[in-house]
């Protein structure tokens, strides 16, 4: 059982910055980072291939979070800036041994194959 290792969670006020870090297996293909409240569905934030190529960015994240990939370190980064107090969420990262994939127009959860532990991340 493959468990994905993340970390940079934690608390900060609006307009901050935070940086999730997520190490994965070097078969990973596809990477991508979910969030989820409680009492809602977890939703795909965004996701790109670990060769390169387009990244996929939610709407609501768009111009404010990036999205990279360390081949050397087979990890896989979240820089978010200018977060606001619905940022906060459980931030899980996710990797698949194949295509990233999408499905009217949103992340597919069932096409990762690993996933990490997730990291509180909370705006104020």
């Known amino acids: 059982h493959v468990q994905l290792v993340e970390s940079g969670g934690g608390s900060v006020q609006a307009g901050g910055s935070l940086r999730l870090s997520c190490e994965a297996p070097?078969?990973?293909?596809?990477m991508g980072w979910f969030r989820q409240v409680p009492g809602k569905e977890r939703e795909g934030v965004a996701q790109?291939?670990?060769?390169?190529?387009?990244?996929y960015y939610h709407d609501a994240v768009k111009g404010r979070f990036a999205m990279s990939h360390d081949n050397a370190k087979n990890t896989a980064y979240l820089q978010m800036d200018s977060l606001k107090p619905e940022d906060t969420a459980m931030y899980y990262c996710?990797?698949?041994?194949?295509?990233?994939?999408?499905?009217?127009?949103?992340?597919?959860?069932?096409?990762?194959?690993?996933w990490g532990q997730g990291t509180q991340v909370t705006v104020s």
């Open positions: 070097g078969t990973a293909y596809c």
């Open positions: 996710a990797a698949s041994r194949t295509f990233c994939t999408m499905l009217r127009g949103n992340m597919v959860e069932t096409a990762f194959d690993y």
């Open positions: 790109t291939y670990t060769g390169g190529g387009g990244i």
